[in-house]
């Protein structure tokens, strides 16, 4: 790896690169989704320049972007890098929906792991606040889960 300078996030001690790859494009978005050894090429490339933090969400794809950066960090490559992923957005009934509740939180963050293929995401967020639970709920969610989260950051 290269010369991408590094910064702490947080108090945790989580240290990401200071250039971020954002992977939405990837698989949703902007177009029809790219082809996939192309697209793991792209992430192993930026990976070998330095840029070592990954940005996802369930919402991509929908779901498809996490599968496609679980693929690319195959191999020994996750432990180069700081991976973060999102909750907060999905669909109910082919219309996007905003949502905090405890149960969905919970769940969706162990399918981003299975789809991810890890057993840690190094920072899982909110998407989107869901302005009809009180924020209250789903940060509680946070205080009594042994899901293993590095640092959790809730954006308002």
Same mark, same amino acid.
Not at 29 to 43: A, C, N, R, T
Not at 53 to 61: K, N, V
Not at 137 to 149: D, G, K
């Given at each position: 790896m290269t010369g991408v300078r590094r910064i702490k996030l947080g108090s945790q001690g989580l240290e990401v690169s200071v250039q971020g790859l954002g992977c939405n494009g990837m698989s949703a978005?902007?177009?029809?989704?790219? *082809?996939?050894?192309?697209? =793991?090429? !792209?992430?192993h490339h930026a990976i070998k320049a330095g840029v070592t933090?990954?940005?996802?969400?369930?919402?991509?794809? *929908?779901?498809?972007?996490? =599968?496609? !950066?679980?693929?690319a960090l195959k191999g020994g490559v996750k432990e180069k890098v700081e991976v973060a992923t999102k909750f907060g957005i999905r669909y109910n009934n082919d219309a996007m929906e905003i949502c905090g509740d405890p149960a969905y939180v919970r769940a969706s963050c162990e399918a981003s792991l299975q789809r991810l293929g890890m057993d840690c995401i190094d920072l899982y967020y909110q998407h989107r606040?869901?302005?009809?639970?009180?924020?209250?709920?789903?940060?509680?969610?946070?205080?009594?889960?042994?899901?293993?989260?590095?640092?959790?950051i809730f954006l308002f």
């Open positions: 978005f902007y177009g029809s989704p790219k *082809p996939e050894p192309d697209m =793991i090429k !792209l992430i933090f990954l940005d996802t969400s369930d919402f991509y794809g *929908p779901k498809t972007n996490e =599968i496609l !950066l679980g693929k606040i869901d302005r009809c639970l009180p924020i209250e709920i789903t940060v509680n969610y946070f205080n009594i889960s042994s899901t293993p989260l590095y640092t959790i």
